[in-house]
């Protein structure tokens, strides 16, 4: 005979208190990570959106100029923005670009002030309602808004940016995949048997 499970009072008691102990958890993670969003600019309009947009552009070309990092074809960088230096987007989606523009200026500006010597690409996944976009972000509580980039450094710069993302805090970044290539490819020189050393010997002639 098969038994229909019926909670009784302690196990209604007991779930009712971890799925509260859940909701709790989950807003207090929520209102942790807000700390890292500033106020959406829910007011700014599409065509001062565009604006701001070739704005930041141009300053930052000129803060990686003044700062030491050569952008591959920086005439045409725009940031990852390059649909909106022609194009108004809609107003629906102006709050959260401008929050993701300011998120991205501040990020390439860190890449400057570590000291790296170039940044060879860089990329910005589309947000929902933009084309070629998912239909909506994946979680309720935490929004993804993901770049790609690759750059050259030497491993002092390139330690110091990877822990500024790890703690920085004004954004909440995440290094979701990363890729190192040494240019260095030869090993260091090998001690030889007979001298013990990797280095040609003279002799002295005298």
């Known amino acids: 005979e098969r038994r229909v499970p019926y909670p009784n009072k302690t196990n209604s008691e007991a779930l009712a208190g971890e799925v509260a102990g859940y909701e709790k958890s989950v807003e207090e993670l929520f209102q942790s990570l807000n700390t890292f969003q500033r106020a959406l600019d829910v007011d700014l309009a599409s065509a001062e959106f565009q604006l701001r947009v070739k704005e930041k552009v141009q300053a930052f070309r000129k803060y990686s100029s003044d700062g030491g990092l050569e952008i591959t074809d920086g005439n045409e960088f725009q940031m990852g923005f390059d649909l909106y230096s022609t194009v108004i987007p809609p107003q629906d989606l102006v709050a959260v670009l401008d929050y993701e523009l300011e998120a991205i200026d501040y990020l390439l500006r860190g890449l400057v002030d ?87 010997s003279f002799q002295n002639p005298e």
């Open 114 to 200: 570590v000291g790296v010597a170039s940044l060879n690409s860089f990329e910005r996944d589309p947000i929902p309602g933009e084309a070629g976009a998912p239909p909506e972000q994946e979680s309720s509580v935490v929004h993804k808004y993901p770049v790609r980039m690759r750059f050259t450094s030497s491993y002092e710069a390139f330690q110091s940016i990877i822990n500024k993302f790890a703690n920085d805090p004004n954004f909440f970044y995440i290094v979701r995949v990363l890729k190192v290539k040494n240019e260095m490819t030869d090993g260091p020189v090998k001690l030889t048997a007979a001298n013990q050393s990797g280095l040609p």
